[in-house]
């Protein structure tokens, strides 16, 4: 049980062009989902929480034109950067935890984005 | 400050030692969660453990224990009888709450490497 996907698991891309990451729980609807970033060899930084059917919470210094989220449903959340740069390649992870913040969250695959 | 620190970057130990993870957390609340997750080569993060504040007893889960000392606000994670399929970065996390949910903070990891 508890299982989280992400789709694309990498993707490639010009720089200017936007690009949407999906993140599925699988077995359990996802009251809160939660997206990350992690550069090579760092630790994992929360971009944003985001529960279903309201808007998303933002780290401060994420920006929230830049990094589109969406949580239409309770197993679906979609995080879209648009007009990505070069500095925007990152290993992006979503986690999903059923309700309250005492629930464990439950981390996908991750997506590579390499902005060419 | 950091709230979750992590103070080794990289461990190296030959197969079958034993061997300590140290996590040390800082928060202002008296309820909170306290967590441990393994990042293996692939990527995709593993859940370990979750721990409640109220809750210090020590846990064993087969060659994996974790001491809870709430006075020196450590969490600490020993593999016994290392693997090398052991080989990964080890994340602490703390699990605070917040006005729209809860505030999970990832420690920067310790690399951990089992030679053969």
């Known amino acids: 049980g508890a299982v989280v996907s992400q789709h694309p698991s990498w993707v490639i891309c010009k720089s200017g062009t936007s690009v949407k990451i999906e993140c599925r729980s699988l077995d359990f609807q996802a009251t809160t989902m939660f997206w990350y970033r992690q550069f090579p060899k760092q630790s994992l930084m929360l971009m944003a929480t985001s529960n279903e059917g309201s808007k998303a919470t933002y780290e401060q210094g994420v920006e929230k034109d830049k990094f589109l989220i969406n949580h239409a449903s309770l197993t679906l959340s979609t995080l879209t950067v648009t007009s990505a740069h070069p500095e925007d390649s990152s290993f992006y992870i979503c986690s999903a935890q059923t309700s309250g913040y005492t629930d464990t969250q439950y981390f996908g695959p991750g997506t590579r984005l390499t902005v060419l | 400050a950091q709230k979750v620190t992590q103070a080794q970057t990289e461990i190296s130990v030959v197969e079958k030692e034993d061997v300590t993870l140290d996590c040390v957390y800082e928060t202002r609340d008296t309820t909170y969660y306290l967590f441990w997750y393994k990042q293996p080569p692939s990527g995709e993060l593993v859940f370990l453990i979750r721990r409640n504040s109220f809750d210090e007893q020590n846990e064993i889960s087969g060659r994996y224990s974790w001491n809870f000392q709430k006075s020196t606000s450590s969490f600490n994670f020993t593999i016994t009888a290392s693997q090398v399929v052991d080989s990964a970065v080890y994340f602490c996390?703390?699990?605070?709450?917040?006005?729209?949910?809860?505030?999970?903070?990832f420690g920067p990891g310790t690399r951990l490497s089992v030679l053969p």
């Open positions: 996390a703390l699990s605070e709450r917040r006005n729209y949910g809860q505030n999970f903070v």
